[in-house]
């Protein structure tokens, strides 16, 4: 792809614990070889929270605990700003985390996202890997029932409401394999960028 174009985005957003990170870095190391000759990036949400003693955070009285689960708690600012430095040093860009489709990124296009994938999970399944897993600041007891599920099926309400144009592909990781899944994904990468390099 030519330096003076910006570089083809996939987004990985939605539920917690939905295999969002992990297929991330699987496809990055995969585009990153010498098969395929690329520029390849990848920027995480999780990387951009705020540290737990800043003032923007909404507390959770009923938990005694930070709202995790929202835009506030993310630096949205500096995560746009990296966003849109990185994507016009690359020629692969994949945006990863839970709350992506829910920012309002602004973008020269008509869409930021030229592949845009969604994963879910059922609440069981959700809840059952959220508390196999260490956070720290550790989730209160009764945190994930009494507030992170209701905070997902908002979230997922609003991403596809503000993504209407884009696409949002439904993925759900204990329907399909997760190589099934990557494959797909690899599928729609490859033919995105032919299209995108014979129109360049």
């Given at each position: 792809?030519?330096?003076?174009?910006?570089?083809?985005?996939?987004?990985?957003?939605?539920?917690?614990?939905?295999?969002?990170?992990?297929?991330?870095?699987?496809?990055?190391?995969?585009?990153?070889?010498?098969?395929?000759?690329?520029?390849?990036?990848?920027?995480?949400?999780?990387?951009?929270?705020?540290?737990?003693?800043?003032?923007?955070?909404?507390?959770?009285?009923k938990f005694d605990h930070?709202?995790?689960?929202?835009?506030?708690?993310?630096?949205?600012?500096?995560?746009?700003?990296?966003?849109?430095?990185?994507?016009?040093?690359?020629?692969?860009?994949?945006?990863?985390?839970?709350?992506?489709?829910?920012?309002?990124?602004?973008?020269?296009?008509?869409?930021?996202?030229?592949?845009?994938?969604?994963?879910?999970?059922?609440?069981?399944?959700?809840?059952?890997?959220?508390?196999?897993?260490?956070?720290?600041?550790?989730?209160?007891?009764?945190?994930?029932?009494?507030?992170?599920?209701?905070?997902?099926?908002?979230?997922?309400?609003?991403?596809?409401?503000?993504n209407k144009d884009v696409?949002?592909?439904?993925?759900?990781?204990?329907?399909?394999?997760?190589?099934?899944?990557?494959?797909?994904?690899?599928?729609?990468?490859?033919?995105?960028?032919k299209r995108v390099q014979?129109?360049?």
């Open positions: 792809m030519s330096s003076s174009q910006t570089a083809l985005v996939v987004g990985l957003g939605g539920v917690t614990n939905g295999g969002k990170t992990t297929m991330c870095r699987s496809l990055e190391h995969l585009f990153s070889s010498n098969k395929y000759n690329l520029r390849v990036k990848s920027l995480h949400i999780d990387d951009y929270y705020r540290p737990n003693d800043d003032p923007n955070h909404i507390h959770l009285d930070h709202d995790w689960d929202c835009l506030e708690a993310i630096d949205i600012d500096r995560f746009i700003s990296d966003l849109q430095s990185i994507r016009l040093h690359c020629d692969l860009l994949f945006v990863e985390g839970f709350l992506i489709f829910n920012v309002a990124i602004p973008s020269q296009n008509h869409h930021l996202f030229n592949l845009a994938y969604y994963f879910d999970l059922p609440y069981e399944e959700c809840r059952k890997r959220r508390l196999e897993r260490d956070y720290d600041p550790p989730d209160p007891d009764g945190y994930f029932e009494g507030h992170v599920w209701s905070a997902y099926i908002k979230a997922k309400t609003e991403a596809f409401e503000q696409g949002l592909e439904l993925i759900d990781t204990t329907k399909e394999s997760f190589e099934n899944i990557q494959n797909k994904i690899i599928k729609d990468i490859e033919t995105t960028l014979k129109i360049s």
